[in-house]
């Protein structure tokens, strides 16, 4: 159904496209209202006590998958992108040395520059050595020239016995709620991460780029609080 109603959207926008060239005449989309089941709103699971962050977290370290996916999923928590974002993600996006990812927000279409904690320099500089030769990070496993399926960080979620309580999307909602809730950031710093929408008080989206130093700040020492969390310190 989700698909059905993404389909009938993509299908406006080719009919309104025509009829702004002269190709058409009218859009029919809409004389379909109501023919479509509604979407039912569907939550990504994810793990947000600490207690079972860390048992995540330790599950990864110790997952015996292909070192590629083992990688994104290391890295997933610690600057958690949409996972289209992650899978996506080109070496030439990525400065080890400024220990930056810049890259465009695909849900916003908007330039992120993504500041990188140590720890996620140290995975990236440590697979660059077997995947440096590749257009993407974290490329297939029959071709580097296609980027990771987006099945594999799900199926080895699945394989370490988290099926139904994690998805890789889950790593954002994580985030979002310890950081706010635990470690007290404010909403602005960490919205500003996720590449959502945010807007000040006139009404006008905030600049990809704003708060960087601040979300530095922030990705390290969440970076600082998972690696607490696994080592089994009281936060």
């Known amino acids: ?3 059905a109603h993404r389909v009938k959207a993509l299908c406006g926008q080719v009919f309104r496209y025509g009829i702004s060239t002269g190709r058409a005449e009218r859009d029919p989309t809409p004389d379909l209202r109501g023919a479509l089941r509604p979407n039912k709103t569907k939550h990504y699971a994810a793990i947000t006590e600490p207690e079972d962050v860390a048992e995540l977290l330790r599950a990864i370290d110790g997952y015996g998958g292909e070192p590629v996916t083992i990688a994104a999923l290391k890295l997933a928590p610690l600057v958690f992108t949409r996972p289209g974002e992650l899978r996506h993600a080109k070496w030439a996006d ?3 040395e400024n220990a930056t990812w810049s890259f465009v927000a695909s849900k916003t279409d908007q330039p992120l520059i993504v500041p990188l904690p140590t720890q996620a320099v140290d995975i990236l500089r440590d697979l660059h050595g077997l995947t ?8 297939g496993a029959r ?17 370490m016995g988290f099926k139904g309580q994690m998805t890789v999307h889950g790593f954002r909602a994580m985030a979002r709620t310890i950081l706010a809730e635990r470690l007290g950031y404010p909403e602005n710093y960490i919205e500003q991460q996720l590449a959502h929408t945010v807007r000040d ?7 990809r780029t704003q708060y960087l ?3 530095r700040e922030m990705l390290q020492s969440w ?3 998972l690696d607490g969390l696994r080592q089994k310190i009281n936060y």
Do not use: C, H, W
């Open 94 to 96: 990525i400065d080890l």
């Open 223 to 225: 970076a600082n609080y």
């Open 143 to 159: 071709s580097n020239k296609r980027p990771m399926s987006n099945v594999a960080m799900k199926a080895a979620l699945d394989r």
């Open 201 to 207: 008080p006139n009404g006008r989206a905030y600049n």
């Open 213 to 215: 130093e601040q979300r």
């Open 1 to 3: 159904m989700e698909t």
């Open 132 to 139: 440096g030769r590749s257009e993407f990070v974290f490329p």
